[in-house]
C-alpha cells in the first residue's frame, strides 16, 4: 500500500496538471463591428429565382433528387480544377496524386501559412484575386439572426451562382473544391477515399489513412456537386471498404466479427509484391483500442445516399453488396442478453473516439443504428433469405423507435416528472422504469432547459442517465425520422434559445457541457487532449455544420442553419480550415487540431450545396414511417396538444396527433 505522503504528492501533482492543463475560456469580450458598407454587402440582395418554391418542395417531397443540366450552362465557367503539385510523399506515408493516369500515390502538401488563401503552385490571376480579398479581410462581421423564411432561402438558393459567391466570399467554395481534389487517395490509378488531413506543420500520425466517418461529407459534396455530380470516387469507396470487411480481423488473438467495418484504411506500397496494398485498421491501431460500431452504418447510409443519387440500382443489388449489408445488419441483431432494442457499445466507439464516458447506449449509436436498419429495408433485395432478415428489421425499428422517443427524451415536463420522481419501484406499473435517482439530476440541466424546446439525451441505462446534449445523435434522429415531428420542432427551438451554449462564435459543439474538475478527472481519466471545452469534451467542429444544415431543412427551419454557415464563412478558410476549435464559445482554434482537415472542408461544401438545393436533401434523409406508432406523452411546450395528456395513467386507449406549434 502506498503510503500517505506518496498519495499527497500525486494528488499535488494531479492538481498541478489540471491547472495548466485547463486554461480560461470564457471569452466574454465583445465582437469588433463592421462598417456601414460591408453591412449593405451582406444584405444585398440574390440572382434572379429559377424555380419556384412548389416546385422545389414537390421534389423534396417526392423523393426525387434534380440536378441542374442546361439552365446551369452559365456556370460553365466556375467549374474548378485542380493544378496544384505535390512533392514526393514521405518515407511510410500514403502516397497520393491529384491525376488518374498516375501511377504513384504521395501525400499532398498543404498550403504553407495559416491565412487559408495562400497555395504553393500555380494559380490564374482570377484566383489570387480572390485569395487576396479574403486575406485583406481582417474585421470579423457580426451575425445577427437570419429570420427569413425558407420560401426565401429557396429564392436566393435557386438564382445562386454554384460557387457560393452570393455571401462575399467568391473563392471560398472554389478553394475547398481544390482542397478536396487534392486530399484524393488513389488505388490502381482510381480514387478511393480522401485523406483525413494534409497539415504539411504537424506529424502525419493516422491522420493519412482514409476514414470511413470522415469521408461521408466528402462523398455526399460530391454526389452534390454542380452541374455534374462524380460518383465515381463514391462507389470505389463503398467497394473497397467492402473488400476489406471480407478480411479475417484479429487483435491479440481475437476474431472479430464477421461484419465489422473497418475505421480506416491507407494504401501503401509492398516492396515485397512490387505493388500497392491495402491495409486497414479495424481498431487494433486506434487509440483505444475499439472496433468502429459506427463504420458499418455510415456504409449502408452512404450506400443508400449513392444510390438515391445516381439511380443506379445495381450496385446495391450486388451479391456481395447484398451480402455486406446482410453481415452488418446480422452482426448488430444478434441474440443477447439485453432487455432494451437499443445497441449496447464500449466508450469511444463513435466519432467520440476517446474515453468521453458515452459507453453504453449512446444517442449517437442509436440514431445512426436506426437509420441504418431503414436504409437497409429499401435497398434489400426480396428473397426467402432477406425476408426473414427484413421481418426482423421491422420488428427492431418499431420497438427502437418507442424506446428512444420515450426514454431519451427531455424537455421541461418531463425534466419536471424525473424531478419528482419515487424510486424503488418494482413490477409492470412502475413509472420510473429505470430507477433513476432525482438527486442525480446535474444542477446545470435546470437552467439549460427553455419552456420550449428539448433534445435527446445522451444515454439511458438501469439508474442512469446523461443529460449532455450531443449535437450528432440529435441530428440524426431528424433527418432519420427517428424523432417526431413535434420532437423536430423542439429540437430546433432548443437550438434558438441556446444559441451561444450550442453554436457559439465557431459552430458547432459536439457535446455540451464539458465535463470539469473532479468529474473530468473521473470520467476522462485526466485525458489532457479532452480538457474543458477542447475536443470531444466540449469543443467546436466545423464539420457538423453539414448535419445541422439537413437537419434544419428537413424541420423546415433553415434560417437555423444559415445564420451558422454565415460564423463559418467569416473564419473556416482564414484560420487553415482547422479541425475543431476550442473555448466555451469556439473562438480558439484548436490546442491539437489539424489544419487542413478534409471533413472541415467537405462539411462547408454539402453545407452549402443544400442550402442552395434544398432537394439535395432527399439523399441524406428518410421519411416518416407510418406504420410507427408516435409516442402518446406530451415531451414540450411547443407541441399543440390537450393538457389532459399530461396525466398519461388516465388514458386507457386510443392513437393522438401531435402537431407542432408554427
Not at 12 to 24: C, G, T, W, Y
Not at 220 to 239: G, H, R
Not at 488 to 508: N, Y
Request: proline share 5%.
Amino acid at each position: 500500500m502506498a503510503s500517505s505522503s506518496s498519495e499527497e504528492g500525486n494528488h499535488k501533482n494531479a492538481s498541478s496538471l489540471i491547472d495548466e492543463l485547463q486554461f480560461d475560456m470564457d471569452d466574454d469580450q465583445p465582437m469588433v463591428e463592421t462598417s456601414g458598407a460591408e453591412k449593405s454587402l451582406s444584405l444585398k440582395a440574390s440572382a434572379e429565382q429559377s424555380d419556384t418554391a412548389d416546385e422545389i418542395w414537390r421534389n423534396i417531397e417526392n423523393n426525387r433528387v434534380r440536378f441542374p443540366t442546361n439552365r446551369d450552362d452559365r456556370r460553365e465557367g466556375l467549374k474548378r480544377t485542380t493544378t496544384l503539385k505535390s512533392p514526393p510523399g514521405a518515407e511510410g506515408e500514403v502516397v497520393v496524386s491529384t491525376t488518374d493516369d498516375s501511377s504513384k500515390q504521395s501525400t499532398p502538401t498543404s498550403p504553407t501559412g495559416t491565412d487559408g488563401g495562400g497555395r504553393d503552385g500555380e494559380s490564374s490571376d482570377k484566383e489570387k484575386a480572390g485569395r487576396g480579398s479574403l486575406e485583406n479581410k481582417s474585421i470579423l462581421k457580426p451575425s445577427p439572426s437570419v429570420g427569413t423564411s425558407l420560401l426565401n432561402l429557396v429564392n436566393e438558393g435557386t438564382g445562386a451562382k454554384a460557387s457560393g459567391t452570393e455571401n462575399g466570399s467568391p473563392s471560398m467554395m472554389d478553394e475547398a473544391w481544390e482542397r478536396l481534389r487534392s486530399s484524393f487517395v488513389y488505388f490502381q490509378k482510381k480514387p478511393v477515399g480522401t485523406l483525413a488531413a494534409v497539415d504539411p506543420s504537424a506529424e502525419a500520425l493516422n491522420y493519412n489513412q482514409v476514414f470511413v466517418r470522415d469521408f461521408v461529407p466528402t462523398a455526399l459534396a460530391y454526389l452534390m456537386k454542380v452541374p455534374d455530380p462524380e460518383p465515381e470516387i463514391v462507389k470505389n469507396f463503398l467497394l473497397k471498404t467492402l473488400h476489406l470487411q471480407g478480411w479475417k480481423k484479429t487483435i491479440d488473438n481475437f476474431t472479430l466479427g464477421e461484419g465489422v467495418m473497418p475505421a480506416s484504411f491507407k494504401v501503401m506500397y509492398d516492396s515485397y509484391q512490387e505493388k500497392d496494398v491495402l491495409k486497414a485498421d479495424f481498431g487494433g491501431s486506434a487509440i483505444g483500442r475499439v472496433a468502429p460500431v459506427d463504420s458499418g452504418f455510415w456504409w449502408i447510409i452512404l450506400l443508400r445516399s449513392y444510390t438515391k443519387c445516381t439511380g443506379d440500382y445495381t450496385l446495391a443489388e450486388k451479391p456481395e453488396v447484398q451480402k455486406g449489408m446482410k453481415l452488418i445488419l446480422n452482426l448488430c441483431l444478434s441474440d443477447g442478453f439485453d432487455t432494451f432494442p437499443t445497441l449496447l457499445c464500449a466508450d469511444g466507439c463513435s466519432m467520440i473516439d476517446r474515453r468521453m464516458g458515452i459507453y453504453g447506449y449512446p444517442i449517437e449509436i442509436q440514431a445512426l443504428f436506426f437509420f441504418a436498419l431503414r436504409c437497409a429495408q429499401q435497398m434489400l433485395k426480396q428473397d426467402t433469405d432477406s425476408n426473414r432478415l427484413i421481418g426482423r428489421i421491422e420488428r427492431r425499428i418499431t420497438a427502437l423507435s418507442y424506446h428512444i422517443r420515450n426514454y431519451y427524451w427531455l424537455d421541461f415536463t418531463q425534466l419536471n416528472n424525473i424531478y419528482r420522481y419515487k424510486t424503488e419501484e418494482y413490477s409492470h406499473t412502475a413509472v420510473n422504469k429505470f430507477n433513476v435517482i432525482p438527486e442525480s439530476i446535474p444542477d446545470w440541466v435546470f437552467d439549460f432547459m427553455p419552456l420550449r424546446g428539448g433534445y435527446f439525451i445522451g444515454n439511458v441505462s438501469p439508474a442512469r442517465m446523461d443529460f449532455r446534449w450531443f449535437l450528432i445523435g440529435n441530428c440524426i434522429a431528424i433527418l432519420s425520422s427517428l424523432a417526431t415531428l413535434a420532437q423536430a420542432t423542439a429540437i430546433m427551438d432548443l437550438v434558438e434559445e441556446r444559441w451561444e451554449d450550442l453554436i457559439g462564435e465557431m459552430p458547432l459543439k459536439i457535446a455540451y457541457p464539458a465535463l470539469e474538475g473532479y468529474q473530468w478527472r473521473i470520467v476522462t481519466g485526466c485525458d489532457p487532449k479532452n480538457i474543458r471545452w477542447s475536443y470531444h469534451n466540449g469543443g467546436s467542429w466545423p464539420v457538423l455544420l453539414w448535419l445541422l444544415t439537413a437537419a434544419c431543412i428537413k424541420a423546415g427551419r433553415p434560417q437555423i442553419a444559415k445564420r451558422a454557415i454565415e460564423l463559418v464563412e467569416q473564419r473556416l478558410s482564414k484560420d487553415g480550415w482547422p479541425e475543431y476549435y476550442d473555448g466555451k464559445k469556439g473562438r480558439y482554434i484548436g490546442k491539437q487540431a489539424r489544419k487542413y482537415q478534409t471533413w472541415s472542408i467537405s462539411g462547408y461544401l454539402v453545407a452549402k450545396l443544400m442550402i442552395e438545393n434544398p432537394s439535395n436533401l432527399a439523399m441524406i434523409s428518410l421519411e416518416e414511417d407510418k406504420k410507427i406508432e408516435k409516442p402518446r406523452l406530451t415531451r414540450s411546450a411547443s407541441w399543440s396538444c390537450s393538457s389532459t395528456l399530461l396525466y398519461p395513467r388516465i388514458i386507457k386507449s386510443g392513437n393522438f396527433q401531435f402537431l407542432a406549434s408554427q
